[in-house]
């Protein structure tokens, strides 16, 4: 049996199923698909966990029991204090591969391995077609798709030594719906859901690489009240989510052994609008 199902767990519900399924010793491999894989004692990478969504998610994913490896660029204080004393943190500037590289040497280090990446981090900065430059574009591009390529390739080196791991993508309804006024950011988050279903492809069966995509969740400090409403407005559930909507997600998709190329829209219906 190799170290991915040794260390899977079954869900409460299995041990009643497996209570029934004793006396029928055929049925062990529909026992085997129900494993899971338990947050408690995983080694997580967060990017961006320093603040904001990422910082929700890098605390429930510690609060389960995992130790945290928490990224940051400028965030040094912010990514401390939620890293606590159990966690480390880590820079990097996501547009530099050789960065990228150096962090994961610092994860290999530190944890002796990597079970779960969650690619968080991103710049969002507006940019219409006529005022777009080369630099914007590179910047979007380079931050938020190809940095968590190559993050993810380093990160599934680490995780097939230990023959499993998951990958999280958070993309954003805006790479398919595509936003004019910030049409580098959008085509950014496109290339990474394009990303998302690549490396599925490529690192199944061990390694589950699914994504997120959220609607409006916190805003950006510069958007004005009309802003914020118009976003609101786009949504089919008129409300802003919180960042617990998209924990939520992605605690789903590290304990879902079975779900691998998928994307979760944690929009309020925004992407069917
Ligand atoms: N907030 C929303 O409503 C919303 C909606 C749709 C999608 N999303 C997606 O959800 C994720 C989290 O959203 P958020 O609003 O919490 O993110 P955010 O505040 O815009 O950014 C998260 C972090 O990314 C880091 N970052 C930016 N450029 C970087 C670079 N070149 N290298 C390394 N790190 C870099 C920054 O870390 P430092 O602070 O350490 O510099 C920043 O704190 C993002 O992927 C975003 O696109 C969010």
């Excluded at 006396?23 to 967060?46: Q, S, Y």
């Excluded at 777009?132 to 574009?137: G, Q």
């Excluded at 998302?196 to 061990?206: E, M, S, T, V």
Aim: glycine letters at 8%; aromatic letters at 6%; hydrophobic letters at 45%.
């Amino acid at each position: 049996m190799g170290e991915r199902a040794q260390s899977a767990t079954l869900s409460p519900s299995c041990w009643s199923f497996l209570a029934i399924a004793k006396p029928m010793p055929r049925l062990a491999p529909v026992i085997m698909a129900t494993l899971f894989m338990d947050i408690n004692g995983k080694v997580a990478l967060i990017t961006g966990g320093a603040k904001r969504v990422g910082r929700e998610i890098a605390l429930e994913i510690a609060r389960r029991g995992a130790r945290i490896a928490v990224h940051y660029r400028s965030s040094e204080a912010e990514a401390k204090a939620v890293a606590g004393a159990s966690g480390t943190v880590f820079h990097a500037d996501l547009t530099d591969v050789v960065s990228i590289d150096k962090m994961i040497r610092g994860v290999e280090e530190e944890f002796g391995g990597l079970d779960i990446l969650i690619n968080n981090a991103s710049v969002f900065s507006p940019a219409t077609a006529d005022d777009a430059t080369p630099e914007h574009w590179d910047m979007q591009m380079d931050t938020n798709a190809k940095g968590p390529f190559f993050l993810a390739q380093r990160a599934a080196a680490l995780m097939r030594i230990r023959g499993a791991g998951k990958i999280i993508n958070i993309a954003d309804v805006a790479g398919e719906v595509i936003w004019p006024s910030y049409l580098p950011y959008s085509v950014s988050k496109a290339a990474l859901i394009a990303v998302n279903r690549g490396l599925a492809k490529a690192y199944a069966p061990q390694i589950q690489v699914n994504a997120i995509a959220p609607g409006p969740i916190l805003f950006p400090e510069y958007y004005t009240e009309e802003q914020k409403q118009a976003a609101i407005e786009r949504t089919l559930l008129k409300r802003a989510g919180s960042p617990r909507d998209v924990v939520n997600a992605v605690v789903f998709l590290i304990e879902s052994d079975y779900v691998t190329g998928e994307m979760i829209h944690v929009d309020g219906g925004r992407h069917i609008m």
